[in-house]
């Protein structure tokens, strides 16, 4: 889902992909490397599913694993 299936598209935007996970549009992701920011941040805030050692990492992501940890909107 992140960047198209090459990696390559720079869509969504980390706050769209954030926005995507509290409100529950998505919950698994499949993810090969973490170079990526928006897969920097599924990694650090979304549950690890599988073997830790594989080539290819799947997380679970839930409403609450966003909202946790985004940062206080001002307004």
């Known amino acids: ?5 090459t ?4 869509s969504p935007t980390l706050g769209q992909l954030e926005a995507d ?3 529950g549009k998505f919950h698994v992701v499949l993810a090969a490397g ?3 920011p928006r897969l920097r941040w599924i990694a650090a805030h ?3 599913v599988g073997r830790g050692n594989a080539l290819i990492h799947s ?3 839930l409403p609450l694993d966003a909202g946790r940890w985004s940062a206080p909107t001002t307004g």
Request: aromatic share 14%; proline share 5%.
């Open 21 to 23: 996970v509290r409100e």
């Open 1 to 5: 889902m992140t960047g198209g299936f």
């Open 34 to 36: 973490t170079a990526d």
């Open 59 to 61: 997380y679970f992501c």
């Open 7 to 10: 990696g390559t598209i720079p």
């Open 46 to 48: 979304c549950k690890h």
